[in-house]
T-cell receptor, first 117, second 109 residues
């Protein structure tokens, strides 16, 4: 199956700093990737859809200037949390879409736990 | 509005007992429904989708449009089925996926 990696797996930063999270498709090319966040004991909430070579599409309520997404290649999307605050502490998960024939499947990364002090 | 509801946060059953994880949805179009599973310390992965009409690891799910439900069932639960299960909905032909809150299944020996 397809493998999606995320780096780092966990990060602790000070309030006001920026943090970059990478999402890579290891053995396939992904024109579309998704970024989710998950609060403790809650479901995944879609933040944005990342499309290679174009601007990301953000969900309602997600600040695009705070959560910068760059999908510069077919195997890499990055999420930068700018001027992070404690309320940004969460589990961030990316996924990438793989097409096999007419069927697409989302493969998820292992997630990145962000803690903002 | 699109919504996926999983009414049970936790479901505990004995090994060998039947299990049903409930999922109801609200959607005004023609949705695709999925079940995802997350085993302990592993990433989220697709379990099954309604259009495939398949049985994976003994689990099946039937889309009931009249009741707007997509319950996940298995006749005989196994300990290795213990995991977090998420029901999800997607617009047909689209990419955006809406997840339910999840149900933790615990299968007791």
């Amino acid at each position: 199956g397809a493998v999606v990696s995320q780096h780092p797996s966990r990060v602790i930063c000070k309030s006001g700093t920026s943090v970059k999270i990478e999402c890579r498709s290891l053995d396939f090319q992904a024109t579309t990737m998704f970024w989710y966040r998950q609060f403790p004991k809650q479901s995944l909430m879609l933040m944005a859809t990342s499309n290679e070579g174009s601007k990301a599409t953000y969900e309602q309520g997600v600040e695009k200037d705070k959560f910068l997404i760059n999908h510069a290649s077919l195997t890499l999307s990055t999420l930068t949390v700018t001027s992070a605050h404690p309320e940004d502490s969460s589990f961030y998960i990316c996924s990438a879409v793989v097409w096999r024939g007419s069927t697409d499947t989302q493969y998820f990364g292992p997630g990145t736990r962000l803690t903002v002090l | 509005a699109q919504r996926v509801t999983q009414p049970e946060k936790l479901l505990s059953v004995f090994k060998g007992a039947p299990v049903e994880l409930k999922c109801n949805y609200s959607y005004s179009g023609s949705p695709e429904l999925f079940w995802y599973v997350q085993y302990s310390r592993q990433r989220l992965q697709l379990l099954l989708r309604h259009i495939s009409r398949e049985s994976i690891k003994g689990f099946t799910a039937d889309l009931n449009k009249g009741e707007t439900s997509f319950h996940l069932k298995k006749p005989f639960a196994q300990e290795e089925d213990s995991a977090m299960y998420y029901c999800a909905l997607r617009d047909t032909g689209g990419f955006k996926t809406i997840f339910g809150a999840g149900t933790r299944l615990f299968v007791k020996a």
